[in-house]
């Protein structure tokens, strides 16, 4: 069917197993797009579009350098939505952990937090990540870091953990501390 339009929301259904949910959603059309079997053509165009970005990470000049990932990350999530290889998001999330890291204007940044907490979902051992972002003071004073690392250690049945990480979050005053 290269070449040929499906009709709308085909691609959508033919598909929708194999798409990674994104919380803020993705438009249907995009997502029709973005299933439908690449060209040689289209697929060239996204490679361009990724290695403008690439130039874009490398070369920015602003005062918000996360403002670039933040684009990035999300135009790979509409473009890639079956995820995988393809998409390189995992190797995306990792590099911008890295570059971000020691940076303080990041450190309690609530975007900087929801890159990290996509990666610990995409990792097989999350609370590794939920360790090392702890041990780093990254998203000390946010309730979501917490929320999320006890909700991995409810999952696995360990109540008593979670019960610890929900203190040790209130502990560090995170807000907004009813969620706590």
Wanted: hydrophobic share 40%.
């Amino acid at each position: 069917m290269a070449g040929s339009q499906l009709p709308e929301d085909e691609a959508w259904e033919r598909d929708k197993e194999n798409v990674k949910l994104l919380r803020g959603g993705r438009p249907v059309e995009s997502l029709n797009l973005a299933l439908q079997a690449p060209e040689n053509n289209e697929m060239c165009v996204l490679l361009q579009k990724q290695r403008q970005f690439e130039l874009d990470l490398r070369f920015y000049d602003g005062d918000d350098p996360l403002s670039v990932w933040d684009r990035f990350i999300a135009w790979t999530e509409q473009m890639f939505p079956q995820g995988g290889k393809g998409s390189k998001l995992l190797e995306l999330l990792e590099r911008l952990l890295q570059t971000f890291v020691d940076d303080e204007r990041y450190r309690n940044s609530q975007r900087f937090l929801n890159h990290c907490l996509k990666l610990a979902s995409m990792m097989k051992e999350p609370l590794d990540v939920y360790s090392f972002l702890s041990n780093r003071g990254i998203g000390k004073t946010l309730a979501l870091l917490y929320i999320n690392w006890a909700q991995e250690y409810e999952a696995r049945g360990d109540m008593v953990k979670a019960d610890e990480v929900y203190r040790l979050g209130l502990q560090h005053h995170a807000q907004p501390l009813e969620l706590l």
